[in-house]
């Protein structure tokens, strides 16, 4: 394993997830205000009625798929009885729609953004560059399938980057495994790092703040006057007598 | 033992609004005279007959606003409970567009002056504030002040629809009145129940419903929640704001900036007491119709030692049950009993309450001849307008004409009683016992109805003094909110980053101040004017616009006045 091997494959990802980690720490403490989606609906319905819920429910079927092929380990399947060949057609085909779905979401979304008038002005240079890379990774996934296992013979990552990939959460990173893999799959997981890297600084935050205590919790919130903290701490002898 | 809870109440007396919109304007200059809120008015004031703002906002067949009873008889949310809401969140089907509010928009005043020498005058052309361009203005939203409807909007008005047919054809013998609305600060608020994040809340100490800021993301969903339509969406911020009941003001004493301002001095703030035990119950009764009783039924007795001891025990402070005893709001809605909630079925329990006109009814007798304040004639009218009283009872009860009328028929005694008075004549008890009522508390009536001061009419209890550091900054936080502000355009776009304490910004001017030779250049102020730190001499960045510095305007001479262009500042003053 040479010296760039070494850092796209060991240095890089450490970097990008304490980025990732550190950053939305820094932006939760420093800019909660500026934590939310920046909903564009005011401005434009249709669109974003079709290519909204068509790109996010892709890409949590996406999500989903990444944990699975990536986390759980071919050991485990195997030991549950699920052959190599129903694993990949599964994957191939639940991967490949979820795919094609996602970019088709995204590519309504980004048409929308750059021809409804508001939505357009209302694009920060952020987000422009959010979008390049958010596109470019889902599109070199997508093709990295494509190519790999649709037309062509079929390449079962789990033997190279799925361990690379659990290497990494376990501190022993084999980045000797990655630089097998073919270029899409190494293209992919590069522009996954910046993502991650890039994540807490746009808008993307909103998604590690997905409501999901809403399932659970009283419909009807009280809180006190109390709770609201000023900028200031009490001074002394100003603290609240009960 | 009752769970014991404090609501600020604001009562309107409908009969004295002129539709002079003081309250909005003063509302939207104090909060939301802002980007991104160009179209927001947490006050209006909507012309009735008339589609409201925004358009057919009653509609809860089409915007699925509020609560409403399942097949087992219990509350849910119309637009859909838990899972739904979030299985909708990636674009709510519900969600007004700008156009169903309007498209704000402001005039190209700058061409009236570069316009270059021409046969015409040259005009100041409306420009979009959303999209930037040239724009045709076709909707505001006071669009349709004071047409009560007319025959183009009028069928659009969904309260207009739901009763009988007959009005549209007797709809030319029009009336008309004017319905001022903020936020209602219900009991059982759908806004907060659609907040996915829980950033919306209901204050335990008096009940104001506020969205916190820093915990809203931007699901929308509060917007379709709400069925008065009165919790907005900054488009610029990506954030939901709504009425505040001015809580740095009330939590000081004095009354909101809508009431402080009203010309007519319509509006009553007062504390009510609730159990807050009994309002699910209430929310629930299975007929529309008995909404407005059970909505009264929740509040409680101020004077009653067994309500006092509860909220003792549950810490409301002695001065706070005091203020609900003197409430103007919890007597027009129990001891004079004309006041009414605004759109009982919409289950929310809303607490801002509205005391109906009269005056339709008694210019539909003033156009037919009779005398208007004659109580017999009063009476009889009451009973046989059917279409005031009926459209009056779509707004305020559900439907039912009952009480209504029975709110009419007490204003309309209260007209002739003080007729009477006024002209010396012998007093008529029969007016008064016709009603329920004693000629003296009639005329308790009038004092707090047409004459009453103003520690009459807004009865607010403080915030309580230990709280005070609590207090501090908070009030001011967004005064950072202008455009170019350091508030705003942070590096992820609108308003992100923390703003600088006003503490802190005030502590430097005052140094600055103190310890340079010259004038207090605020211009230094980080971009912002501060006309707390102003000094009146110098001109401060940003309060006085800018023009260039053609060759016309260069003539070399001093002006005496602040000057307004880019030259090196304060040079004169310096010199001088």
């Known amino acids: 394993m040479n010296a760039l091997d070494t850092a796209l494959w060991v240095v890089a990802p450490y970097v990008a997830l304490t980025v990732f980690a550190l950053g939305h720490v820094w932006r939760y403490r420093y800019d909660r205000f500026g934590w939310t989606t920046?909903?564009?609906?005011?401005?434009?319905?249709?669109?974003?009625?079709?290519?909204?819920?068509?790109?996010?429910?892709?890409?949590?079927?996406?999500?989903?798929?990444?944990?699975?092929?990536?986390?759980?380990?071919?050991?485990?399947?195997?030991?549950?009885?699920?052959?190599?060949?129903?694993?990949?057609?599964?994957?191939?085909?639940?991967?490949?729609?979820?795919?094609?779905?996602t970019v088709g979401g995204l590519a309504i979304l980004v048409y929308r953004r750059r021809t409804v008038g508001p939505v357009f002005t209302a694009t920060t240079r952020n987000d422009k560059l959010m979008?390049?890379?958010?596109?470019?990774?889902?599109?070199?996934?997508?093709?990295?399938?494509?190519?790999?296992?649709?037309?062509?013979?079929?390449?079962?990552?789990?033997?190279?980057?799925?361990?690379?990939?659990?290497?990494?959460?376990?501190?022993?990173?084999?980045?000797?495994?990655?630089?097998?893999?073919?270029?899409?799959?190494?293209?992919?997981?590069?522009?996954?790092?910046?993502?991650?890297?890039?994540?807490?600084f746009t808008r993307l935050v909103h998604a590690l703040t997905a409501p999901v205590g809403y399932l659970t919790r009283p419909y009807i919130v009280y809180r006190s006057r109390d709770d609201r903290r000023g900028l200031a701490e009490p001074r002394r002898g100003w603290e609240p007598t009960r | 033992m009752t769970r014991v809870m404090a609501q600020l109440a604001m009562v309107m007396n409908l009969d004295k609004c002129i539709g002079c919109h003081t309250c909005s304007v003063t509302c939207k200059q104090a909060w939301t005279n802002r980007a991104g809120v160009e179209y927001v008015?947490?006050?209006?004031?909507?012309?009735?007959?008339?589609?409201?703002?925004?358009?057919?906002?009653?509609?809860?067949?089409?915007?699925?606003?509020?609560?409403?009873?399942?097949?087992?008889?219990?509350?849910?949310l119309r637009a859909g409970g838990r899972l739904r809401k979030l299985l909708s969140i990636f674009a709510n089907p519900l969600m007004p567009s700008i156009q169903d509010y309007y498209e704000p928009w402001t005039y190209d005043y700058d061409r009236l002056f570069s316009a270059p020498a021409q046969e015409d005058t040259p005009v100041a052309r409306p420009r979009s504030l959303i999209t930037g361009e040239d724009t045709?203005?076709?909707?505001?939203?006071?669009?349709?002040?004071?047409?009560?409807?007319g025959p183009e909007l009028a069928p659009a008005d969904p309260v207009l629809r739901k009763i009988s047919e007959e009005v549209k054809l007797d709809f030319e013998r029009a009336f008309m009145f004017y319905l001022p609305r903020i936020c209602e600060h219900c009991l059982n608020p759908s806004c907060v129940a659609s907040c996915p994040s829980g950033a919306m809340y209901?204050?335990?100490?008096?009940?104001?419903?506020?969205?916190?800021?820093?915990?809203?993301?931007?699901?929308?969903?509060?917007?379709?929640?709400?069925?008065?339509?009165?919790?907005?969406?900054?488009?610029?911020?990506?954030?939901?704001?709504?009425?505040?009941?001015?809580?740095?003001?009330?939590?000081?004493?004095?009354?909101?900036?809508?009431?402080?301002?009203c010309v007519g001095r319509l509006r009553y703030i007062g504390l009510l007491l609730y159990d807050a035990d009994r309002v699910a119950e209430a929310a629930a009764v299975p007929d529309e119709k008995d909404l407005y009783e059970a909505q009264r039924s929740v509040l409680l007795d101020p004077h009653?030692?067994?309500?006092?001891?509860?909220?003792?025990?549950?810490?409301?402070?002695?001065?706070?049950?005091?203020?609900?005893?003197?409430?103007?709001?919890?007597?027009?809605?129990?001891?004079?009993?004309?006041?009414?909630?605004l759109h009982p079925e919409y289950r929310t329990m809303p607490m801002v309450w509205y005391i109906p006109p009269l005056s339709p009814v008694v210019d539909a007798l003033a156009g037919t001849g009779h005398d208007g304040e004659d109580a017999g004639n009063l009476f009889g009218a009451i009973d046989a307008l059917r279409i005031p009283i009926g459209y009056l009872a779509g707004l305020f009860t559900a439907g039912d004409?009952?009480?209504?009328r029975a709110v009419l028929r007490r204003l309309a005694a209260m007209r002739s009683h003080m007729r009477r008075d006024n002209l010396g004549q012998e007093p008529d008890p029969s007016i008064a016992e016709s009603v329920g009522m004693t000629g003296e508390r009639i005329e308790e009536m009038y004092r707090l109805l047409a004459i009453a001061a103003y520690d009459e009419r807004y009865v607010i209890p403080r915030a309580h003094a230990e709280q005070g550091a609590r207090l501090e900054e908070t009030a001011t936080g967004c005064s950072l909110d202008v455009e170019g502000g350091p508030g705003m355009g942070g590096p992820f776009g609108e308003a992100s980053g923390r703003p600088a304490p006003v503490s802190v910004e005030t502590f430097h001017a005052l140094k600055e101040r103190q310890t340079t030779e010259g004038l207090a250049e605020a211009d230094r102020l980080r971009g912002r004017v501060n006309l707390l730190n102003w000094d009146g001499k110098g001109v401060p960045e940003g309060l006085f616009p800018r023009h260039d510095a053609g060759p016309g305007h260069d003539?070399?001479?001093?002006?005496?006045?602040?000057?307004?262009?880019?030259?090196?500042?304060?040079?004169?003053?310096?010199?001088?």
């Not at chain 2, 001479?557 to 500042?569: A, I, N, T, V």
């Open chain 1, 38 to 101: 920046r909903s564009s609906q005011m401005y434009e319905s249709r669109l974003l009625r079709a290519g909204s819920p068509l790109f996010h429910f892709g890409l949590l079927l996406v999500i989903l798929g990444h944990v699975g092929g990536l986390v759980v380990p071919k050991g485990w399947t195997e030991a549950a009885g699920v052959s190599e060949t129903a694993y990949h057609v599964t994957a191939v085909v639940l991967g490949t729609l979820a795919g094609v779905a």
């Open chain 1, 131 to 200: 979008y390049a890379v958010l596109a470019l990774t889902l599109a070199l996934g997508l093709a990295a399938t494509v190519v790999a296992n649709v037309l062509g013979g079929g390449y079962d990552y789990r033997t190279t980057i799925s361990p690379w990939f659990r290497s990494i959460f376990f501190f022993r990173p084999e980045g000797e495994l990655m630089a097998g893999a073919p270029p899409l799959f190494r293209l992919h997981a590069l522009s996954a790092l910046v993502l991650f890297a890039i994540w807490p």
């Open chain 2, 304 to 341: 009653d030692p067994e309500v006092i001891a509860a909220a003792g025990a549950q810490g409301i402070p002695e001065d706070w049950l005091e203020a609900a005893r003197r409430s103007p709001v919890h007597k027009l809605i129990f001891k004079y009993g004309v006041a009414l909630p």
């Open chain 2, 401 to 404: 004409p009952e009480p209504v």
């Open chain 2, 555 to 576: 003539d070399g001479s001093h002006h005496d006045g602040p000057r307004h262009d880019d030259g090196p500042r304060h040079d004169h003053e310096r010199k001088s």
């Open chain 2, 202 to 261: 209901k204050r335990s100490e008096d009940g104001i419903v506020l969205v916190d800021q820093d915990r809203c993301r931007g699901w929308r969903m509060c917007v379709t929640g709400c069925p008065y339509k009165k919790v907005y969406f900054n488009h610029r911020t990506g954030k939901a704001e709504k009425c505040t009941f001015c809580y740095p003001r009330v939590e000081v004493g004095i009354p909101t900036v809508c009431s402080e301002t």
């Open chain 2, 136 to 149: 045709k203005i076709t909707w505001s939203a006071n669009w349709d002040d004071d047409l009560a409807g």
């Open chain 2, 41 to 76: 008015w947490f006050n209006n004031v909507e012309t009735r007959p008339g589609q409201g703002y925004p358009r057919t906002y009653q509609d809860q067949e089409k915007w699925r606003g509020g609560w409403e009873l399942n097949r087992r008889g219990r509350l849910r």
